[in-house]
């Protein structure tokens, strides 16, 4: 089970950082994502990241504005947004995908096999 924190109401321009840790475990051999979802859409890739966290991907709406990170000693991946635009509004989904040999940026949601419940981020204009 992964748990999310840090989201909120944000004017446009401003900046949030998402938080993201299992309830029990450790995400050591899993690569972590983060996907989207806003009203009337599909759930969408925004960021993903290798188990050792020296390789990044990023979907080309958040290119340059968000950036995801891990920390093992606090077992916890975070996403950092800066330059936040009422497109960036949606409901914020943290998922792990088992990646034993660390060499994967899984991005498609079927990649993933466990998600948080979601955090909701609104950017006012």
């Known amino acids: 089970q992964l748990v999310e924190s840090g989201g909120g109401l944000v004017q446009t321009g401003g900046s949030l950082r998402l938080a993201c840790a299992p309830t029990?475990?450790?995400?050591?051999?899993?690569?972590m994502g983060w996907f989207r979802q806003a009203p009337g859409k599909e759930r969408e890739f925004v960021a993903a990241?290798?188990?050792?966290?020296?390789?990044?991907f990023y979907a080309d709406s958040v290119k340059g504005r968000f950036t995801i990170s891990r920390d093992g000693a606090k077992n916890t991946v975070y996403l950092q947004m800066n330059s936040l635009k009422p497109e960036d509004t949606a409901v914020y989904y943290c998922?792990?995908?088992?990646?034993?040999?660390?060499?994967?940026?899984?991005?498609?949601?079927?990649?993933?096999?466990?998600w948080g419940q979601g955090t909701q981020v609104t950017v006012s204009s």
């Open positions: 990241i290798r188990p050792s966290g020296g390789t990044t």
């Open positions: 998922a792990a995908a088992w990646s034993p040999s660390g060499s994967t940026t899984p991005a498609r949601r079927s990649d993933y096999t466990y």
């Open positions: 029990g475990g450790t995400f050591s051999g899993y690569a």
